[in-house]
């Protein structure tokens, strides 16, 4: 399955961006997504996840409350809501497929391109 995110952007703090992951390929509601970010000179870290039927979310302590995963799978689209953006957040932010919701990115199958989100102060 090939990935597509798009969405990011520079934002103040507080303020909101959406997020989207197109997928093309194969079957997409075959995958569990998830969203990962990787700020500079530190590791990949798990954001949000969601189970193939849409069911099953799963958030990261630092972004629960604030940031929303949904999917459309008639869409082939995933995507991560995120309000109350703080400076913190910024990180190139990456789409992920794998057969199941894993905290560990080394578990995912399919990884988009990624796309910049910048929060300001």
């Known amino acids: 399955v090939q990935l597509q995110a798009s969405g990011g952007g520079l934002v103040q703090a507080g303020g909101s961006l959406r997020l989207s992951c197109a997928a093309s390929g194969r079957t997409f509601n075959n995958y569990a997504m998830g969203w990962f970010r990787q700020a500079p000179e530190k590791e990949r870290e798990f954001v949000a996840g969601?189970?193939?039927?849409?069911?099953?979310?799963y958030y990261a302590d630092s972004v629960k409350g604030r940031f929303t995963i949904s999917r459309d799978n008639a869409k082939n689209t995933v995507y991560l809501q995120m309000n109350t953006l703080k400076p913190e957040d910024t990180a190139v932010y990456y789409c992920?497929?794998?057969?199941?919701?894993?905290?560990?990115?080394?578990?995912?199958?399919?990884w988009g391109q990624g796309t910049q989100v910048t929060v300001s102060s």
């Open positions: 969601l189970g193939r039927s849409g069911l099953g979310t």
């Open positions: 992920a497929a794998g057969i199941s919701v894993y905290r560990s990115a080394g578990l995912y199958d399919y």
